[in-house]
Antibody, heavy 116, light 106 residues
């Protein structure tokens, strides 16, 4: 049974970057779309972008273009989301999720706190 | 970008009630519409995909309908475990979510 296992919580300074990982355990994800979604405190779900490892180039939501980089390592079945130029407004739980037309499998979430 | 608008933003209901949540897209998305349940501290859970298809393992009290721009999620008989926030999502273009509907205990 495939699971998406994310890296642990992070605390970052304003202006820095954070890189969150999402490993598919129990299966191959190279042909799956891996998406990134975040939820800031008290807010709704915010879509960031996706990558399909076997096809290559990621696709980013307009809101995050220029600040987010999504990559994948097929050899380790791991996807990564790096967000730069962090501000306090980037404090959120970040999720990876599998799927193209719908997201049927989610990681457990990674809390990123941006604080000076 | 396609805008997704849910209503209501929140509602109070009792166990056993029939609950309906609506979602409207700013342009036609055919049936590229999904519904998720989200509880605090947990990952969102897919309930309905392609507007009306029930995800495996999801109780049959959940149902979805609609096409084009107008969609509904119905819970036929609300159960204690159903108190949560519900989101619609379009995947017709770059995915986007509605603002959420919080279902609270009356």
């Amino acid at each position: 049974q495939v699971q998406l296992v994310q890296s642990g919580a992070e605390v970052k300074k304003p202006g820095s970057s954070v890189k969150v990982s999402c490993k598919a355990s129990g299966g191959d994800f190279s042909t799956s779309a891996i998406n990134w979604v975040r939820q800031a405190p008290g807010q709704g779900l915010d879509y960031m972008g996706l990558i399909i490892p076997v096809f290559g180039p990621p696709n980013y939501a307009r809101k995050f273009q220029g600040r987010v980089t999504i990559t994948a390592d097929k050899s380790t079945n791991t996807a990564f989301m790096e967000l730069s130029s962090l501000t306090s407004e980037d404090t959120a739980v970040y999720y990876c999720a599998r799927g193209k037309n719908y997201f049927d499998l989610w990681g457990q979430g990674t809390l990123v706190t941006v604080s000076s | 970008d396609i805008q997704m608008t849910q209503s209501p933003s929140s509602l109070s209901a009792s166990v056993g009630d029939r609950v309906t949540i609506t979602c409207r897209a700013s342009q036609s998305i055919t049936t590229y519409l999904n519904w998720y349940q989200h509880k605090p501290g947990r990952a969102p859970k897919l309930l309905i995909y392609a507007a009306s298809s029930l995800q495996s393992g999801v109780p049959s009290r959940f149902s979805g309908s609609g096409s084009g721009t107008d969609f509904t999620l119905t819970i036929s008989s609300l159960q204690p475990e159903d108190f949560a926030t519900y989101y619609c999502q379009q995947t017709y273009s770059t995915p986007g979510f509605g603002q959420g509907t919080k279902v609270e205990i009356k």
